[in-house]
């Protein structure tokens, strides 16, 4: 009798998802919330076939050279910076992501991070928390993105999501900053263009070399006074700390963020934590990078990433795949690529 593939999740995930596995293999999942560090992951991928990994996971060639059965790494996610497509398609191991189940909850809450932020939802909050509040007051007067300039930085899937959004907002102007894509009804436009004019500025680029602290302390020293930031990105697209500094001396009028330079687990020089000199400033709003944190989205992404390890372990290709590994064993699945 031949051996049953062994599939490792890093993350706890649906039960529904869980079964579908479990009928195609013998299931190692982390059964909690905190991740395994990275030891772990490499010591259970030792004896995997098959990976699925999540947003906190890095898969690396010393990895790779740890688990020699390995087939796949089907990514539970869309933006894969802390996958070494490389390494994989050298090794012979798949890597799938998906594509498109994440657009839209990351657009819809990019809207919500700028209303917050811009109206001050969370200052209004707490006001009427602490038991002061007696009715209107005149107070807490914000901005709002009816008449304003709104630019998304990155016409990628959720940069094209979050144009589809403001277009019902009735902004005076939407502008866009990506040099390889065009959106209809959006007036594109350079980065320092987009910074002198732009009221709300989306950070909607993911991470690589080129996009590494795009938005810098030389662009936020040229910022709109009182310009409100939105990153749902990557963290490290942003600069924290030239933010907190262009907070402190009010050049721009708020930063909200759903990603931060602490999660770019590839970067050598990535901070820890969020500064606490950031977590201080009123005119922030953060949330936990919870962009794809809708319970519907979630099963669906789970259930995609399922469908590629399943695809792999009956020896055809993988519906998401991104790599077209060096070593395949089957003539046939090359043959379907």
């Not at 947003?55 to 087939?71: G, N």
Request: charged share 20%; proline share 6%.
């Amino acid at each position: 009798m031949s051996k049953r593939p062994r599939i490792l999740v890093t993350q706890r995930i649906h039960e529904e998802v869980q079964q579908r596995l479990v009928s195609h293999g013998d299931l190692d999942m982390n059964p909690g919330p905190d991740p395994w560090p990275p030891s772990e992951v490499a010591r259970r991928a030792a004896q995997s076939d098959a990976l699925m990994g999540f947003m906190t996971d890095q898969i690396d060639s010393a990895l790779l050279h740890a688990a020699p059965h390995l087939k796949i790494v089907a990514c539970a996610l869309k933006g894969y910076d802390n996958y070494d497509i490389p390494a994989c398609t050298q090794a012979g191991v798949w890597v799938s992501i998906v594509p498109d189940l994440l657009t839209e909850p990351t657009a819809e809450l990019a809207i919500g991070l700028a209303i917050s932020l811009a109206r001050h939802v969370r200052q209004g909050d707490a006001y009427v928390r602490s038991g002061v509040f007696n009715g209107w007051r005149t107070h807490f007067y914000g901005m709002g993105l009816h008449g304003s300039i709104a630019a998304v930085v990155g016409l990628g899937q959720v940069g094209r999501g979050v144009v589809n959004r403001l277009s019902g907002f009735g902004c005076s102007r939407v502008l866009g900053v990506d040099p390889d894509a065009k959106h209809i009804g959006v007036e594109m436009v350079s980065l320092d263009a987009a910074v002198k004019s732009a009221d709300f500025l989306f950070v909607a680029a993911p991470l690589t070399v080129a996009s590494h602290y795009l938005v810098g302390q030389k662009q936020l020293d040229q910022a709109k006074a009182g310009q409100f930031i939105i990153n749902v990105g990557r963290g490290s697209v942003v600069d924290e700390a030239a933010v907190t500094q262009a907070l402190k001396k009010g050049q721009i009028g708020g930063y909200a963020a759903d990603v931060f330079e602490c999660e770019d687990w590839q970067l050598a020089d990535r901070p820890q934590r969020i500064s606490p000199e950031l977590l201080a400033l009123p005119n922030t709003v953060f949330t936990p990078h919870i962009g794809s944190a809708v319970q519907s989205v979630r099963l669906a992404i789970e259930h995609s990433a399922a469908d590629n390890i399943i695809a792999v372990l009956q020896g055809r290709v993988p519906p998401n795949a991104i790599n077209l590994p060096q070593k395949i064993d089957s003539l046939a699945a090359v043959a379907d690529c």
